[in-house]
């Protein structure tokens, strides 16, 4: 009985050490990770955030728990930036808002994981402020009706955080 516990405590420390060590490779912060988008029912995010009257809806594809706080990471592949682009990070604060929003718990920053570099992008209001005045353009263009690209750049489209979404995406 005895060694069948200890054997037991002994798989039980190497889990939470395989998990850690996952963790780390992936890049992501300390905490439990609570929603990995597309894994099945350990998940504990159902549907994507949703924000009726923001009009806002998205899913990070991660989250990591830290106390009461939520932070969401997104994974990026291709190119490695020297910045974040600004699409990605305005789709990050998205998150951030969505996560205080709909669920009503803290997040406080989240992460850009592109495959060579981390980013941290804390969620001031200033930023916050940005991203609803980009919603509040892109409502009114939306009501306006027909609305074209602006420009020829692939690139940008790659890096756009709405490309998923957009008609007019050049890449
Ligand atoms: S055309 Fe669409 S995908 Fe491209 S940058 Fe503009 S909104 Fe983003």
Do not use: N
Request: glycine share 10%.
């Amino acid at each position: 009985m005895l060694v069948l516990g200890l054997l037991l405590v002994g798989l039980g420390l190497l889990l939470v050490w395989w998990t850690q060590r996952a963790q780390r490779e992936l890049g992501l912060p300390a905490g439990r990770v609570v929603y990995v988008d597309d894994m099945g029912p350990a998940q504990t995010l159902a549907r994507p955030l949703y924000d009726p009257r923001l009009g806002l809806v998205g899913k990070p594809d991660y989250m990591v728990e830290q106390g009461e706080a939520l932070i969401p990471v997104e994974v990026k592949t291709g190119h490695t930036p020297t910045e974040p682009y600004p699409g990605h990070v305005y789709q990050l604060v998205a998150y951030g808002l969505l996560i205080r929003r709909v669920l009503g718990r803290p997040s406080p920053y989240g992460l850009l994981r592109y495959p060579e570099a981390t980013f941290r992008v804390e969620f001031t209001p200033a930023l916050t402020d940005e991203l609803l005045a980009i919603l509040a353009a892109m409502r009114t263009d939306e009501a306006r009706g027909d609305v074209r690209r602006s420009h020829q750049h692939p690139a940008r489209c790659r890096a756009c955080g709405f490309r998923d979404i957009c008609d007019q995406r050049l890449a």
